[in-house]
């Protein structure tokens, strides 16, 4: 994506200007968006000041702040820029912070020079490098002169990132209430996920990575799985206390996923079916092995990577899974296949009506157009699924 096109610096300026637009003839709109940038500057300047963990940097060394929000699908996603940060400060020490302290120990925690940090306050200022990465990457604070000294390589990086950032502008003064705007911005332009990431953090990031996580052995004997040959699939849709099911937008529905298993066992009948996912998602009974709830986090490493097929929506294990060998099967619905899909994957569009990520602040659990069920995933065919299935297993 050419970020120095003409018609793509004309829109972004104009993006940037639709952020104040409605408060234009609002004085208490204005004095609201003006109270909240102040106390955020307020509040950084206390944390830093007050907050302020003993500086970790060492003479010869750099220290280095991820702080990487989100799901399991947006962490996965940062791991491109932090492994390209990687390659260029090789022997910093990395601190992660994540909501999801789990996944980014699986993510990260096989190397020597990360920290994967819980339930501790941190302070951006206190780090030669501080960055905060979902859809975009954010500097929170940049020791140029330490960086200029220990990493000399990493300066054009920091330049190309901070007039990246800079162009930005007020579009990443608040990351938590402007990235589905970005993202929604990005793909009617035919960006892609990490274009933006890209961008701002200066870097080339491209779309479909090589980098593999190494999966210990020996972690399929618990399942009896061992030398069994197996597909894995995850439903999102999940069981309320009331006994009623909920269909988040992106779920395929119950009926489509019954179809497709009655022609995937009248198929391969040899090959097992594994459910994967939480406690609260719906169940099928026609899986040979249902592990809802009784998994652990490094689990879904060997059971991902010793699938033959993975079958799912958009989800965090799909882009878990794009770092090991297995390839799935990903039904796209109201997010984008372009946007979102990688080539190892077979990934199956909605029909016309779909991609409206991001359109609505619900968009993820109900339909922006007000329907019952959402069509896009609906118009998926459970005999679509079943020959891109075909497409993948091994002959």
Same mark, same amino acid.
């Not at 092995?289 to 993975?310: F, M, N």
């Given at each position: 994506?050419?970020? #120095?096109?003409?018609?793509?610096?004309?829109?972004?300026? !104009?993006?940037?200007?639709?952020?104040?637009?409605?408060?234009?003839d609002?004085?208490?709109?204005?004095?609201?968006?003006?109270?909240?940038?102040s106390?955020?500057?307020?509040?950084?300047?206390?944390?830093?000041?007050?907050?302020?963990?003993?500086?970790?940097r060492?003479k010869?060394?750099?220290?280095?702040?991820?702080?990487?929000?989100?799901?399991?699908?947006?962490?996965?996603?940062?791991?491109r820029l932090?492994s390209?940060?990687?390659?260029y400060?090789?022997e910093?020490?990395?601190d992660?912070?994540?909501?999801?302290?789990?996944?980014?120990?699986?993510?990260?925690?096989?190397?020597?020079n990360t920290?994967?940090?819980e339930g501790?306050?941190?302070a951006?200022?206190?780090?030669?490098?501080?960055?905060?990465?979902c859809?975009?990457a954010?500097?929170?604070?940049?020791d *140029?002169?330490?960086?200029?000294?220990?990493?000399?390589?990493?300066?054009?990086?920091l330049?190309?990132?901070?007039?990246?950032q800079?162009?930005?502008?007020?579009l990443?003064?608040?990351?938590?209430l402007?990235?589905?705007?970005l993202?929604?911005?990005?793909?009617?332009h035919?960006?892609?996920?990490?274009?933006?990431?890209?961008?701002?953090g200066g870097?080339?990031?491209?779309h479909?990575?090589? !980098?593999?996580?190494?999966v210990?052995g020996?972690?399929?004997?618990?399942?009896?799985?061992?030398?069994?040959?197996?597909?894995?699939?995850?439903?999102l849709?999940?069981?309320h206390?009331?006994?009623?099911n909920?269909?988040p937008?992106?779920?395929?529905?119950?009926?489509r996923?019954c179809?497709f298993?009655?022609l995937?066992?009248?198929e391969?009948?040899?090959?097992?079916?594994?459910?994967?996912?939480?406690?609260g #998602?719906?169940?099928?009974?026609?899986?040979?092995?249902?592990?809802?709830?009784?998994?652990?986090?490094?689990?879904?490493?060997?059971?991902?990577?010793?699938?033959?097929?993975?079958?799912?929506? !958009?989800?965090?294990?799909?882009?878990?899974?794009?770092?090991? *060998?297995?390839n799935?099967v990903?039904i796209?619905g109201p997010?984008?296949?372009?946007?979102?899909?990688?080539?190892? #994957? !077979?990934?199956?569009?909605?029909?016309?009506?779909?991609?409206?990520m991001?359109?609505?602040?619900?968009w993820? #659990?109900?339909?922006?157009?007000?329907?019952?069920?959402?069509?896009c995933? *609906?118009?998926?065919r459970?005999?679509?699924?079943?020959?891109?299935?075909?497409?993948i297993?091994?002959h």
């Amino acid at each position: 994506m050419n970020w #120095n096109a003409p018609d793509i610096q004309l829109s972004l300026l !104009e993006l940037q200007q639709t952020l104040d637009w409605r408060g234009r003839d609002s004085r208490i709109v204005r004095g609201a968006f003006e109270w909240s940038h102040s106390k955020k500057q307020l509040l950084a300047r206390f944390k830093n000041h007050f907050l302020r963990k003993p500086a970790p940097r060492e003479k010869d060394r750099l220290h280095v702040l991820f702080w990487l929000p989100g799901g399991m699908g947006d962490v996965a996603c940062a791991k491109r820029l932090v492994s390209a940060y990687r390659s260029y400060l090789p022997e910093a020490v990395f601190d992660i912070y994540s909501p999801l302290p789990g996944v980014a120990r699986l993510l990260f925690g096989r190397d020597k020079n990360t920290c994967i940090c819980e339930g501790k306050p941190f302070a951006p200022a206190s780090y030669d490098l501080a960055v905060l990465a979902c859809m975009a990457a954010v500097f929170l604070a940049a020791d *140029e002169g330490r960086l200029g000294q220990l990493a000399p390589d990493f300066l054009p990086v920091l330049e190309r990132a901070r007039a990246a950032q800079e162009a930005l502008g007020s579009l990443l003064d608040d990351l938590f209430l402007t990235d589905g705007l970005l993202g929604r911005w990005l793909a009617h332009h035919g960006g892609r996920r990490f274009d933006l990431l890209a961008y701002t953090g200066g870097v080339e990031l491209p779309h479909d990575t090589p !980098e593999r996580i190494k999966v210990p052995g020996g972690g399929l004997e618990k399942f009896g799985l061992t030398d069994v040959p197996y597909i894995t699939f995850h439903d999102l849709s999940r069981v309320h206390s009331s006994g009623e099911n909920s269909r988040p937008t992106r779920a395929w529905p119950s009926v489509r996923w019954c179809e497709f298993f009655r022609l995937f066992k009248k198929e391969f009948p040899y090959i097992k079916i594994v459910q994967l996912g939480e406690k609260g #998602n719906v169940p099928y009974e026609e899986a040979d092995l249902c592990l809802l709830g009784k998994t652990d986090l490094p689990d879904l490493l060997p059971l991902l990577s010793g699938a033959q097929v993975h079958v799912d929506s !958009e989800s965090g294990l799909v882009h878990l899974a794009q770092f090991l *060998e297995v390839n799935s099967v990903v039904i796209f619905g109201p997010s984008s296949a372009h946007f979102f899909g990688y080539a190892k #994957n !077979e990934n199956l569009s909605a029909g016309p009506c779909g991609g409206c990520m991001w359109v609505t602040k619900n968009w993820m #659990n109900a339909c922006p157009r007000g329907l019952e069920a959402a069509p896009c995933t *609906e118009c998926v065919r459970a005999q679509d699924v079943m020959q891109a299935v075909k497409r993948i297993l091994p002959h």
